[in-house]
């Protein structure tokens, strides 16, 4: 029996088409819907367009657009001869303004998908706005994110060479204020705790002492049983190497290197989303892997006990607004504001040349990849997150999301676990 | 209405005399009373017009500039090529240079040799700006319909401008065993080559 | 409140939901939604569900579009997007089309110009829909929109104003002035001091950096972005996002003729700019070539 589902109010809609068999999930094809080029509008553009046209791809993750482009670009760039090394302070801000994005990210899901979808799943509803709890959040962390890039969304201040801002202190004071009003509300409404302790847990026996809207989460999910449900491949993978996350690939319990040369993308018939696999096969990107990879100790606890199942997936990416906020707070008091901006004076003229930018986006790791000839883009390919996390089942194996559903005896069930893995149709159909 | 007038015409004639004198004797050879005296007016009178020899040397150049702008403006405005526009503007200066040498000269001699005396008040472009602008003008359009070739503007200006001052100047030492206005052809040629797309 | 509140329907059609999301940034959105009844919205918790959306039967009185649009081929549900689009702007009173692609058709008409384009306008052209139901569009071009701008419009319908509309059906008010209005680096445009390179508060963009400021209609510096800055505040030229010509090409690099910038400041003649040019570029003022603040290491 198939059962048709539209999955709606993510980024976009997609389709999930259901395969029953004796009141289970046998199979899931997920399919999203139109193509819009960006690859091909670039064709034929100056290189430091990509700057502009990419974050275009997602109204959601487009500053991860922004930091792949450009890191696209240098990487191109230094391939082509020139030497580009960035100041501490540009790392600094460029890594802030992206932490910022992610921390948005997360919470929009938490309190815009996540809560109100599982209170309409479970009837079990508190009446809350919890959409003016995401709007609140978001407008001050982006505001955080703005003072340095001009605005959010869709900024183009990373440049090859570093930053556009030059700011000053008291640019740096207002961000400080605002990630500490930020802290504030993760400590009064979603973790109810202060955040010392809450980073201080470090089991899933300590789990208890968390309040707020993360407790409720929880609550909800394990009384209803279904924290246990959404396992998948247990393969989890990152790329962006940066100062906070690390590269590698997590399976089992081994944690190892990782190479992207071994990514490879594939057409999949009815959808126009292109999956992607590493050494042929399908992992999971997002919070969860990189927890994993970087062995965050409360979700290798919570792993421990639950696998990749939706309680732990949908932990560790609450949890990761935590370190988030923490580390985005440490980039600003490092701050060195009479180091350059930006060490380039003038446009590079490399005319030939193939660079690769990876960032880590709230969904995982973002790939772009410019080829350019003769002073202008002959090709650029962009590789997102929800690619390996969305692609349907191969020859050989199952999809992550897609297995991660196969079992459910409920759509509506398995459309939550869906939601789980923070969907973005945008972003997978650019 | 009368009275203003009169003064402005005026003023004009000390400016065109000025000119001459400056050009001819010399600068610094040149006091405020022998322009009072060829003007045949009292030296406080002129002092009424001009507070110094200083400031009639700035208020002359900007007149020069502003002649000499005019006529390219009207070049600028007509419906032709930038190789025809060449041709005009090379007219156009050899032909001042003929019949009121004096002009290039003090742009030439007095101008260019006195930077001093437009230190202050005539920097950089302030005082020829009716002529560059329209220079720019004429680039910016020969470059947009994509006649000229897109440079640096002062090496284009450089280019062009030199080399008709250039001329000038050798035909005023008495170099040059031609009239200026046989050049024109040649010389419009030689600039259009190096200028264009 | 005694007045009947105004039924909100928010439409996506070929978009990345920036709009959205940029609209989220509101710090008053819920008051600002208070005087709506929202019908359907992309991501915020609405009475109806997307498939009574696309039943096409729900009732609209303010109709927000965003993203661009293509007659045919774009589907929602099996339901094509513009037969959906047009059915709702019959019932509507009043059509906003939020951000570049839904007024303008945007970046993502470059991928094919002929058949993607905006709802009243194909770049400045005026496509078939112009006829129909431009007397009740508001565009609202930026890319993405710009939450205040949105709020503006929304709070005048909800109080029966009228907005004064540009001959595109811009709200005069928003973008009746330039980009340039209002930035930071003004002074430095004044005397036409550019910018060394990238990454300094110091200096104007108009001259290497590609910015689009002074041709570019909009309010981005008289109204800040997320309340606090702009691009050009913070050095990156502005791409001209809010124009039917968006996105041009060399998005980083002033195209000169010469030197001089290929495009004016808007309704500025070239004598005129360049006679200013000219005297203001003589000066050379201590204080714009030197830096702001100087900070010990």
Known sequence: MIVKKLIEKIEGEAELDFTFDKGKVEDVRISFGFYRGIEEILAGKDPYDALVITPRVCGICNHA?????????????????????????AKNIREFTLACELIQNHMKWFYMTILPQLEKLLDDRSGENHALKASYFSSTITKALAIFAGQWPHSGYAV??????????????????????????????????????????????????????????????????????????????????????????????????????????????????????????????????????????????????????????????????????????????NLVLNEPSCTLQNHLKAVDFEGVGVAEAARGSLIHKTTVKEGLIAKYEIIVPTQWNLGNSSNTEQGVAAKAMIGSSDPEEAGFIFRAFDICSVCTTQ | MKIAEKKARKRESIILTALQLFSTKGFHKTTIPDIADKLHMSVGNLYNYFSSKDMLAKEIIKFTSEVLGNEIKTVNMMDISSEEKIRKIVEIYFGMASEKPEMIEYFLRVYLSHREVFADGCEGMTCVSGFITEIMIFFDDGVSKEELRDQDFF??????????????????????????????????????????? | MSQKRLKLLWLQSITCNGNTHSFLNHPDLFSILSHFELIYHPVLETSYDIQALLSGRLDCDVLILEGSFRQEGFKKGGIEVFELVKNYAEKAKHIISAGTCSTFGGIFKQYDPDSISGFCFNGEERTESYEKYASKTISLPGCPIHPKWLSYVLMMLSHGKKIPLDELHRPQELYGITVHTGCVRNEYFEWKVDTKGFGLKEGCSFYENGCQGPYTRGSCNKILWNDTSSKTVVGTPCFGCTEPSFPKTALYTTKTNMGIPATMPLGVPRRAYLTATGIAKSFKIKRFEERIITYDS
Do not use: W
Not at chain 1, 65 to 89: C, F, M, P, Q, W
Not at chain 2, 167 to 194: C, Q
């Open chain 1, 65 to 89: 657009h922004l930091i792949a482009a450009v890191r696209a670009l240098e990487n191109g760039y230094e391939s082509a001869g020139a030497k580009i090394s960035l100041t501490d302070k």
């Open chain 1, 160 to 333: 090859p060479g570093g930053v556009t801002c030059d700011p000053t202190y008291i640019d740096v004071m207002q961000a400080e204020n605002l990630i500490d009003e930020s802290i504030r509300f993760f400590e009064q409404m979603v973790a109810g705790i202060p955040m010392h302790k809450y980073l201080n847990i470090d089991s899933v026996s300590e789990l208890h002492k968390i309040n707020g809207d993360l407790a409720r989460v929880l609550r909800l999910l394990g009384a209803s049983r279904m924290a246990e449900t959404g396992k998948s491949h247990d393969r989890f993978i990152v790329f962006g190497d940066c100062i906070l996350f690390k590269a590698g690939k997590s399976m089992a319990t081994t944690v190892s290197n990782v190479d992207i040369q071994y990514v490879e993308e594939m057409l999949q018939a009815g959808t126009t989303a292109k999956a992607v696999t590493y050494k042929n096969r399908f992992f999971e990107v997002g919070p969860l892997a990189r927890a994993m990879v970087a062995k965050e100790p409360i979700v290798k606890s919570l792993h421990k006990r639950y696998k990749d199942s939706l309680i732990t997936r949908v932990f560790a990416r609450v949890h990761e607004v935590a370190i988030l906020l923490e580390y985005s707070k440490k980039l600003l008091q």
């Open chain 2, 155 to 197: 090496s284009a200006f450089g280019l062009f401008m030199g080399y008709l001052g250039g001329m000038v100047f050798l035909k005023g030492e008495e170099i040059l065993p031609r009239e200026l206005d046989e050049y024109v052809d040649d010389i419009s040629r030689n600039i259009y080559y190096a200028l264009k797309a």
